[in-house]
Nanobody, 115 residues
Framework: QVQLVESGGGLVQPGGSLRLSCAASGIIFSRATMRWYRQAPGKERDLVAA???????NYADSVKGRFTISRDNAKNTVYVEMNSLTPEDTAVYYC?????????WGQGTQVTVSS
């Protein structure tokens, strides 16, 4: 059974930083493309960042220069380091894995940016 478990969310002040983690089990993690999405209240779920099995990375324009995605295949974990956070980054952040045409989602972790 595939499981993606996000952690690291919380409340942070504007300008602050958070690091989200997503621990995967039940898949060959090193072969999966891993993505972070986010969904704000009343909005669609949007792609934030992606990293392929080969290490290729892309970001949404809204987070370029502020967010950094990385992966540790030895720990079956993908991360996103989020800096210079603004209230507009407030959302539930979801981890996503794609492997052999199968798609898996985590349960999400809330990030709230507020003073």
């Amino acid at each position: 059974q595939v499981q993606l478990v996000e952690s690291g969310g919380g409340l942070v002040q504007p300008g602050g930083s958070l690091r989200l983690s997503c621990a995967a089990s039940g898949i060959i993690f090193s072969r999966a493309t891993m993505r972070w999405y986010r969904q704000a209240p009343g909005k669609e779920r949007d792609l934030v960042a992606a990293i392929t099995s080969g290490g290729s990375i892309n970001y949404a324009d809204s987070v370029k220069g502020r967010f950094t995605i990385s992966r540790d295949n030895a720990k079956n974990t993908v991360y996103v380091e989020m800096n210079s956070l603004t209230p507009e980054d407030t959302a539930v952040y979801y981890c996503n894995a794609v492997l052999s045409f199968s798609i898996y989602w985590g349960q999400g972790t809330q990030v709230t940016v507020s003073s």
